[in-house]
């Protein structure tokens, strides 16, 4: 099923996203995740690939499996950087002929070896990935789009980029799913934005839970992402003590959800890091806040 149809049945989604093992780790472990990852019922599943990078090869393989072994949809991220456009024919063939109707078309990021980020790839930006897409593929497929709560980290125009964004969405965008974010009110305000600047399509809210310490300078790094004095606090406090950050990031990423879900989230795409354990535990703080939208009474006339 196409993500496009399950935004339009559901009031809310509630998606994975996974990464594939480098080259040097056995492909089995990203399946032991995905056994413990079935049993919360995801919508859908999401598979990173590394722009240019050693990880990209075994993307595809790991979300037609998402699909076919785990009964699952998918959702293969393909990116411009490094891809031509035989390439991405190839790789879009192949999971369309496996039963995979969705692809997140991004720029992707650079490897740092990397001069130009543009090196070797026929698509400039994430826009001209889409623009290809459809008029090659048509409805066959669904296409999702990455959005920036706080603005993409090489924009310094926050106009420009909603702009941008806007721009993406006409050229064929179904669904967007956010960079991850600490602060909702972030979230609330860009959304907003978004329904000012003409956008219509449903967006997912990307929550990651925090449980380890090396992962926060990464991210802020790589993405930006503005950090609450109360978050700040918790890092501070159990920054030497694994156990207790790993328990403080999934309460925090938790309240995140239960506040998002309260105002009206059309999704959550939880950022797992391949730590099925963590999202487990996140679902099952939410459980019955997800049962609560499958036993709503317009949500079930929605279904039929
Ligand atoms: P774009 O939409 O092309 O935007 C990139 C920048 O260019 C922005 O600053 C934008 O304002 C600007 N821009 C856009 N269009 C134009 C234009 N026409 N002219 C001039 N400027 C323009 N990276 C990976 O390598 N692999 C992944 O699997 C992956 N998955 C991701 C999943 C999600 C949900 C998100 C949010 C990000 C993911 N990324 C991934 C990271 C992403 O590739 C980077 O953030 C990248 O820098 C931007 O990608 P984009 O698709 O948003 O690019």
Known sequence: MKIKDIFERKKFVFSFEIFPPKPTTPL???????????????????????????????????????????????LAH???????????????????????????????????????????????????LVKFLRERYGEKIAIGGAAYPEGHIECDDPIKDLHYLKQKVDAG????????????????????????????????????????????ERIVTLCGASLPKKFVRILHRYADDPRSLEEAGIAYATDQIVDLIASGVRGIHLYTMNKAH?????????????????????NEEALL
């Open 28 to 74: 089995d472990r990203i399946y032991s995740t995905l056994d413990d990852l079935k049993g919360p019922s995801p919508d859908f599943i999401s598979v990173t690939y590394g722009a240019g990078g050693s990880t990209r090869d075994r993307s595809p393989q790991i979300a037609i499996d998402v699909k076919n072994v785990y009964d699952i949809e998918s």
């Open 278 to 298: 963590v999202a487990r535990k996140i679902t099952s703080n939410i459980e019955t806040l997800r049962e609560g939208f499958v036993n709503d009474k317009n």
């Open 78 to 128: 393909l990116t411009c950087i490094g891809s031509t456009r035989d390439e991405v024919v190839g790789v879009v063939d192949l999971l369309l002929e496996s039963g995979v109707h969705n692809i997140l078309a991004l720029r992707g990021d650079p490897p740092q070896e990397a001069v130009s980020p543009f090196v070797g790839g026929d698509f400039s930006h994430a826009i001209d």
């Open 173 to 216: 965008v179904d669904f967007l799913v956010t960079q991850l974010f600490f602060d909702n009110e972030l979230f609330y305000r860009f959304v907003e934005r978004t329904s000012i600047a003409g956008i219509e399509v449903p967006i997912s809210a990307g929550i990651m839970p925090v449980v380890n310490k090396n992962q926060i």
